[in-house]
């Protein structure tokens, strides 16, 4: 189980608190997320809550309407950072920072990774574990509850988690300029009933959800099918999600995390021109680079040589950029990221005008879950979602088996502004830093500090 187990320290170190929040009183977070008239179950017996099911709608390609869900309630939500906000984000932040460390390590090429959005998964198939994987599953979420002894667990409400992630999304949206938007797709056997948990999770976490029914037993028809039904759902952001389907499926599901935002203040376009990229010592690409002189949040670390850059987004977002120093190897930075380093940089940056030069670039990736969790121990992805893992929650059938849980995640950023460009008034040869080699960037929530997404670029053109 230790391997399940965050590194409860790295709460506080992620979290990024002010002052007045720090001088809170500790709240352990399972006190939070907890389920009602809590008490420590036997991971032995089954559970005593009798399994409530849905029959699943089969997939109709004309029919593109996403599955009914109560908007007043999520209207309500809205704007608000309370104290169950700012607890999961310190969890979402330490969990996204360890997945990021594993992947990062086994991929040198551009890399994108949202921390909510992965966590919204496991939550949502924490609804359907049974007590011994459920176990695990809060124990890798850091929302075990301390006094549990070995043979029993305290379970959280997993919609309040799910609810929560969904606010930390919403606190972004700012219209047009900077958006989240998050859609949800769950595709089974015609035979399957789904439990009424599962199907509300996915609604708790999205924008908008699909869940349908599919004949599997012609692989090849059926990944064509749900494919394309996806694309056209997606307005064709998600193509070709699922691979490698087989007759005796029982379940597909399919997240989409798509950030759309702009700059605070635009980069002007006569000063964007092709430049030189140096992927590595020997490799360069032309790439489209865009010029900024203004005042700028930064840090130059001489420690752990690399340059930092805090770039605002919208009134609710920001990014920071981290450029190794020349001659220092990207890995180098990232394997500090899980330590208190970000919080360290962000509590040391100054103001000063910079002349700054970064790539354009929007970016995507796919990732399936089963992989990025066995990027951090196999041991992990087995008791989670792989072999060990039980789901008698889930659905009518037993065993339930789930065959591919896939995290599409998609970043793009307008070359716009939100605000008209000011005047500078600054030294007369400003500072010059060019992105122009491979760099790791981070965009969080301006509240509650949730990162919401983790990456690097090696290569901009690709």
Known sequence: MQLLQPLLPALLLCCYLSPSQANRVYVHPFSLFAAENVSCESLQTQTSKPLQTIPVAPLETDVLTPDSKDVVKIEGQRDIVTERTMALAGLVNVLGLRMYEALSKRHSTNTLLSPVSTCGTLVNFYLGASKKTASSFQSLLGLSRDSDGEDCVSLMDGHKVLKTLQ?????????????????????????????????????????????????????????????????????????????????????????????????????????????EFHINETTTVKAPLMTHTGQYHYLND????????????????????????????????????????ISDW??????????????????????????????????????????????SQLGNTKPFNVDQVINKVIFEMSEEGTEVQESVEGPSSPLKLSFNRPFFFCVSEANSNAILMLGKITNPTE
């Open 302 to 341: 001489k420690v752990h040589r690399c340059t930092i850059v805090k770039l605002p987004l919208s009134k609710r977002s920001s990014m920071l950029l981290v450029l190794p120093h020349e001659r220092t190897d990207l890995h180098n930075v990232e394997s500090k990221l899980p330590k208190n380093i």
């Open 346 to 391: 962000i509590q040391n940056l100054s103001e000063g005008t910079l002349e700054l030069t970064l790539p354009k670039f929007s970016m995507s990736s796919v990732h399936d879950m089963r992989d990025l969790l066995a990027n951090m121990n196999p041991e992990i992805e087995a008791k989670l979602l792989g072999s060990q893992a039980q789901f």
């Open 167 to 275: 606010n930390i999304n919403s606190l972004v949206d700012d219209g047009p300029k900077d958006e989240i938007t998050t859609h949800v797709w769950t595709f089974t056997r015609p035979q399957i009933q789904l439990s009424e948990d599962f199907v509300q999770g996915t609604k708790d976490f999205s924008d908008a959800s699909f869940i349908r029914s599919v004949n599997f037993s012609s692989p090849e028809v059926a990944e064509l099918t749900v494919n394309n039904f996806v694309e056209k759902t997606s307005d064709g952001k998600v193509k070709s999600a699922f691979k490698n389907l087989n007759s005796s499926s029982n379940l597909l599901f399919l997240t989409s995390f798509n950030f759309q935002g702009s700059w605070r203040t635009a980069f002007q376009p006569e000063r964007t021109s092709m430049q």
